[in-house]
């Protein structure tokens, strides 16, 4: 168990529709990213949050959006869903937002995911 | 652009011997490299890492090379073990930011 939490496991939808994906980082954490896997990719990394402020995007699509509120939880947004956005949609944290090559506190832990599957 | 690739999409290992996952990268800004593995309906586990200012990073049975000149590294598992059937992937990370960038997974199997 990393201690990230990822609610919900599984959510099924029809395209179209908007539906909210939210995490809760390891206690601690004040740095919270998304990444998305689709069918037999690595994981891509979408947005990353650090105490409530955007710090970095990815290939982030626009109907995608998020946000970390003041207790650090995040919630992932998308909208206009798309067949080819189902995927395992990951959340990590990681007590810092970024950190030298002495290597402390770059490792990032994750949640154990939600899949996402559009209709 | 794939700047980090695993060119071996499975490998299959007897119990004991060692098991050699790599991983390949193009960014000459990528100062440190993380290995995960991932089971099936589980977010990915942090394994081990290495810095640039390193070439070799041991933990118990794992261990890392980072070869710089030729952007590689290798992820070694000695002795492998049936509970190491997983998907490995290699993550890498640049000096001014914070995000990873992963590598395809490679998916190994250890025989008993």
């Known amino acids: 168990d990393s201690g990230v939490t990822q609610t919900p496991k599984h959510l099924i939808t029809a395209t179209g529709q908007r539906v909210t994906l939210r995490c809760s980082p390891r206690s601690g954490d004040l740095s919270v990213y998304w990444y998305q896997q689709s069918l037999d990719q690595g994981l891509q990394f979408l947005i990353q949050?650090?105490?409530?402020?955007?710090?970095a995007k990815g290939n982030i699509l626009e109907r995608f959006s998020a946000q970390q509120f003041p207790d650090l939880h995040s919630e992932l947004n998308l909208s206009s869903l798309e067949l080819g956005d189902s995927a395992l949609y990951f959340c990590a944290s990681s007590v810092t937002e970024t950190s030298g090559i002495l290597g402390q506190a770059n490792e990032q832990f994750f949640g154990p995911g939600t899949r996402l599957t559009v209709l | 652009d794939q700047q980090v690739k695993q060119n071996s999409p499975s490998l299959s290992v007897q119990e004991g011997r060692i098991s050699i996952l790599n991983c390949d990268y193009t960014?000459?800004?990528?100062?440190?490299f993380l290995w995960y593995k991932k089971y099936p309906a589980e977010g990915p586990t942090f394994l081990i890492s290495i810095s640039s200012i390193k070439d070799k990073n041991e933990d118990g049975r794992f261990t890392v090379f980072l070869n710089k000149s030729a952007k590689h590294l290798s992820l070694h598992i000695v002795p492998s073990q049936p509970g190491d059937s997983a998907v490995y992937f290699c993550?890498?990370?640049?000096?001014?930011?914070?995000?990873?960038?992963f590598g395809e997974g490679t998916q190994l199997t250890v025989n008993p």
């Open positions: 949050y650090y105490n409530g402020e955007e710090r």
């Open positions: 960014n000459s800004m990528f100062d440190y």
């Open positions: 993550a890498a990370k640049e000096t001014s930011g914070s995000r990873l960038t």
